[in-house]
């Protein structure tokens, strides 16, 4: 089973940028979809961005258009969340997550592989 890691989190003024990165132990062509979830305290998880198909455009839910943009570097394993312009609404613990079926369930995927997760915090 692929192992996720995300790194990048932290502190930041309202305004402010981060950039998270998630690095798999395996290729991004193994699974069908790869993405980020976040999870504020007392709610269910949500999407942030995912790409849905290998190859196609990433999805990115109506809240965070704009303000988010996912890449990845296949030759190092690797998922990158950049955001900009956070809110303190933006507070959350971000999973990155892999999935082969990407059947939606809840708050992920059906068969979805997790990372531990990395916190972002942002302060007004």
């Known amino acids: 089973q692929v192992r996720l890691m995300e790194s990048g989190g932290g502190s930041v003024q309202a305004g402010g940028s981060l950039r998270l990165s998630c690095v798999s132990s395996?290729?991004?062509?193994?699974?069908?979809?790869m993405g980020w979830f976040r999870q504020i305290p007392g709610k269910e998880r949500e999407e942030v961005a995912v790409?849905?198909?290998?190859?196609?455009?990433?999805y990115y839910p109506a809240a965070m258009k704009g303000r988010v943009s996912i890449s990845r570097d296949s030759a190092k394993n690797t998922l990158y969340l950049q955001m900009t312009s956070l809110k303190p609404d933006d507070t959350a613990m971000y999973y990155c997550?892999?999935?082969?079926?990407?059947?939606?369930?809840?708050?992920?995927?059906?068969?979805?592989?997790w990372g531990q997760g990395t916190q972002v915090t942002v302060s007004s």
């Open positions: 997550a892999a999935s082969v079926r990407c059947m939606r369930t809840g708050g992920g995927w059906t068969d979805a592989t």
């Open positions: 395996e290729a991004a062509h193994n699974y069908n979809c």
């Open positions: 790409f849905y198909i290998p190859g196609a455009l990433p």
